[in-house]
């Protein structure tokens, strides 16, 4: 079944390919929702910066990987409100980037 969860866990194998951390750990998935057919999938993300040269690439893997899931039209929400910042990673994404950083 097609649920919230399942896409979010299926979204941490998207990783950005300049920091080398997932989407899901690097906090730019704000929401997921599936319509109640489980056809439809809307996935709000924000960049790490307005001018990602990765943009395309991310929402495309995005878009690959809830397709994988079984959704037929997958709807990427992309917002800068709010501007996404460090803080809004995992525990476990912080400890990486200062461990690279």
């Not at 950005?16 to 109640?36: A, R, S």
């Not at 996935?43 to 990765?54: D, F, H, K």
């Not at 929402?59 to 990427?76: C, F, M, P, T, W």
């Not at 800068?80 to 809004?88: N, Y």
Request: net charge negative.
């Amino acid at each position: 079944m097609l649920t919230q969860e399942v896409i979010y866990e299926q979204l941490k194998d998207v990783v950005d390919p300049e920091i080398q951390i997932d989407v899901v750990n690097l906090g730019m998935i704000y929401g997921v929702d599936v319509d109640d057919d489980a056809q439809k999938v809307t996935v709000r993300m924000t960049l790490t910066t307005m001018g990602c040269p990765a943009m395309e690439e991310l929402q495309n893997d995005i878009r690959r990987k809830v397709e994988d899931l079984g959704a037929s039209e997958v709807v990427i929400d992309l917002t800068f409100d709010p501007p996404w910042t460090k803080e809004m990673m995992s525990e476990e994404a912080k400890a990486v980037m200062r461990y690279l950083f």
